[in-house]
């Protein structure tokens, strides 16, 4: 068996940590994600999903356990390290699209891919051919503002894509746009990560659309459960 692209093993992560006060988020949470894998993570409102994503995207440190990418060891990284793994290796989509509104979508996308060395011309190239991939090639030049709310989003998923990483982090990518068009936009990340080939591991409420990926994971009380 091909060794996880993601293994999170036995996290913990607690807020006001030894005050009167502390909050435990993650109680020994542990997953694996495999090479190709689409993994739903379903969880109630707080119950610690953006914390867990966080500290598997390698933007927050948990208090105990490891996470390992690629099968390489990642809890004693420098900030240094941490960067340069998370601008290589990992991609991430939110809720909100946050891309930048005084960029147009094409350099949305081609600034991340520059930021990582990557030439100029080749940038931008690889930039419309994802917006080609996720059909808003034809709205390259405009700014987010422009866009419609599906449009950001799809722009946003090619963004996440822009340096190939090999592991794609989704919080609730379509938690903020209406039933159709989330379930539009949902099937063009889907058939952008199939295509592509990465893994990817997608917090949703949405249990249609869990139902769709490869395998479904529960967090609650701060343990995870196959779902």
Do not use: W
Request: charged share 25%; proline share 4%.
């Amino acid at each position: 068996m091909s060794e996880p692209v993601l293994a999170l093993e036995g996290i913990e992560k607690a807020y006001l940590r030894g005050t009167p006060g502390e909050v435990v988020v993650l109680r020994g949470a542990s997953l694996a994600l495999a090479r190709g894998e689409v993994v739903a993570l379903v969880a109630p409102s707080g119950a610690g999903k953006s914390t867990l994503l966080h500290i598997a995207g390698l933007l927050d440190t948990a208090d105990a356990g490891r996470v390992v990418l690629g099968g390489r060891e990642m809890t004693g990284l420098s900030d240094r390290q941490r960067t340069r793994a998370r601008r290589e290796d990992i991609g991430f989509v939110y809720q909100f699209h946050h891309l930048l509104p005084e960029f147009t979508a094409l350099e949305n996308i081609v600034l991340p891919q520059l930021a990582n060395g990557v030439a100029p011309g080749r940038a931008r190239a690889r930039a419309l051919d994802l917006l080609g991939r996720v059909g808003v090639e034809a709205r390259a030049d405009h700014r987010p503002a422009a866009l419609s709310g599906g449009e950001q989003q799809r722009v946003a998923f090619c963004r996440a894509l822009a340096n190939a990483p090999r592991l794609l982090l989704a919080d609730e990518p379509t938690g903020n746009l209406d039933p159709d068009t989330a379930e539009r936009v949902f099937a063009t990340l889907l058939d952008l990560v199939r295509e592509t080939g990465l893994s990817a591991l997608i917090a949703t409420h949405n249990l249609e659309l869990a139902a769709r990926m490869d395998r479904v994971l529960r967090l609650d009380h701060g343990v995870i459960s196959d779902g």
